[in-house]
Nanobody, 125 residues
Framework: QVRLVESGGGLVQAGGSLRLSCAASGRTFSTYAVGWFRRAPGKEREFVAAISWSGGTTYYADSVKGRFTISRDNAKNTVYLQMNSLKPEDTNVYYC??????????????????WGQGTQVTVSS
């Protein structure tokens, strides 16, 4: 497992942008797939985006395609989620998560065994 810490959340108006960061500890981080999930109060965690260990493959939920971009810098042990054209329905706590990349399970919350504490994103209308 790796330790993950999210940052970059905040309050933004609809149509605005935010960039979330997920900083990881551990020398083997470059072997991990990383995903972003979000959860509204009283709801299950929802897949947002994921990236393979190399950054060569990315996955997105239909609700964020074309608006969000996931990327990583393995030299900095950091994964980013650039969020553009934000909508009020994007308001959630956002979590990053990681698991050893074996080529599957990128959008499956059950496959991830390392989680951050979450960062709040609030989009006002």
């Amino acid at each position: 497992q790796v330790r993950l810490v999210e940052s970059g959340g905040g309050l933004v108006q609809a149509g605005g942008s935010l960039r979330l960061s997920c900083a990881a500890s551990g020398r083997t981080f470059s072997t991990y797939a990383v995903g972003w999930f979000r959860r509204a109060p009283g709801k299950e965690r929802e897949f947002v985006a994921a990236i393979s260990w190399s950054g060569g493959t990315t996955y997105y939920a239909d609700s964020v395609k074309g608006r969000f971009t996931i990327s990583r810098d393995n030299a900095k042990n950091t994964v980013y989620l650039q969020m553009n054209s934000l909508k009020p329905e994007d308001t959630n706590v956002y979590y990053c998560a990681a698991h050893v990349d074996y080529g599957l399970g990128f959008d499956d919350v059950k496959e991830y065994d390392s989680w951050g504490q979450g960062t709040q994103v609030t989009v006002s209308s």
